[in-house]
């Protein structure tokens, strides 16, 4: 993903991100938990795109996929067709995150004002100019040349009706993982999330769960 980000998208890009801000750079790189982010660092004048482990072992699964922007922006947007893989999730997540390097390059990101028109523009163009299919096809290929298989069957998610049935109030549930896992009982079921009471260092707190990150205790 980062070689893709890189050689794709940056290369074409760069001469003019570095016209609207002289001297900028790009840093990439992957980090160990789920936060996947752009951010600029005006003293170095370096973005950098950072693209969490977690992130996209989460995107492996339609479960776990489901409740990312990427998602929601893939079928409602209609991007890759509208069909939701985990090669066209990860694609995207590339062209996500350069939409908002590009975004900021056009002092159109502000506080409060992450997601706006102007950052769509800049995703839409990605898609219109075909860099986000170029990208698509490097991933596919450069994992096929490593070994990696990144699928490129659209998912089938869980009808959310069907899911919610499976819960009912007083169920014990658990969600997260690893050190992140907590456990509770559910308090309230919603349209598509239950509320779950979790006690934690002798604190009462409450989450809204989407159901499909919520299993039952081992």
Known sequence: MCQATRHILWTPAEARVREQNRGAGLALRVGSGQATYHRYDPARKQHLINYGARMIAAKQQP?????????????????????????????????????????????????????????????????????????????????????????????????????????????????GEGRHEKRGQVVRVNRKTCTVAVTLNARGLRYRVPVSLLRSPD
């Open 63 to 175: 479960e776990t996929a489901q409740g990312w922007l990427s998602t929601r922006e893939i079928r409602g947007r209609g991007y890759f067709g509208g069909e939701v893989s985990v090669l066209n999730l990860l694609s995207h997540t590339c062209c996500h995150e350069f939409a908002h390097l590009l975004q900021y390059s056009a002092g159109q990101r502000h506080y409060g004002s992450v997601h706006n028109r102007h950052f769509y523009s800049a995703l839409d163009g990605l898609y219109s100019s075909g860099a986000a299919i170029a990208t698509r096809q490097y991933l596919e290929e450069t994992a096929g040349k490593t070994g990696v298989e990144l699928s490129s069957t659209p998912f089938e998610f869980p009808n959310p009706v069907r899911a919610l049935q499976q819960w009912q109030i007083g169920d014990a549930v658990c969600f």
